[in-house]
């Protein structure tokens, strides 16, 4: 694949490892060729390194399929998912997952993305309905500015949230930044 058809989540392979492209940035200097910057992050392992491509070299891109899988359970450092069709269950660890695992809900539906018979990444729903487990305490002074406090919700992830949220109610989390978009159920 020529490198101008390389895309942010784009998949890679560079000196034998596998790489998902995290940043793609494109710059045309006054005088020669164009060149790509990337950062990308090595799916087995987590480290991230750049590299920069002139206009017109080649990059090998992954094989890719996806499958339907459920998310099991938490066992150690690893997140068991279990295909919904052949009932396979494939293991991926904290450093594979990164962000991610804060938003992992037990049966949660998701698409895993396979390389072969290894489970590489898994791909969530752009936002979450999480319950909150826990609320710093607000003050009721008045300001001119919304107040954000700590929450926490039902996966053990902290996230701001406006000071009316309370113990119990739902609320939707965006995936992509982890941040909080709005209250969908109050609390009893």
Not at 14 to 40: C, H, Q, S, W
Not at 45 to 59: A, C, H, K, M
Not at 151 to 167: A, L, M, N, Q, W
């Amino acid at each position: 694949m020529e490198i101008s058809g390389v895309r942010k989540n784009s998949k890679l392979i560079i000196d034998g490892a596998l790489y998902n492209v995290e940043e793609a940035e494109f710059t045309k200097p006054g005088k020669g060729r164009a060149v790509y910057r990337l950062r990308l992050k090595n799916l087995r392992d987590g480290r991230v390194i750049d590299r920069t491509y002139r206009s017109g070299e080649s990059v090998d891109e992954a094989s890719m399929s996806t499958e339907e899988e459920q998310y099991l359970y938490r066992e150690g450092s690893h997140y068991i998912f279990m295909n919904s069709r052949t009932y396979e269950q494939h293991p991926l660890s904290e450093e594979m997952l990164g962000m991610k695992k804060n938003f992992l809900k037990e049966g949660m539906e998701v698409v895993m993305l396979m390389m072969g018979d290894e489970a590489i990444d898994v791909q969530l729903p752009i936002t979450i309905d999480l319950k909150v487990t826990e609320t710093e305490i607000s003050t009721k002074t008045a300001t001119i500015t919304p107040q954000n406090k700590a929450s926490v919700v039902e996966t053990g992830y902290r996230v701001d949230t406006p000071s009316f949220i309370k113990v119990g109610d739902v609320i939707k989390i965006d995936t992509r930044t982890g941040k909080y978009l709005e209250r969908v159920a109050t609390g009893k």
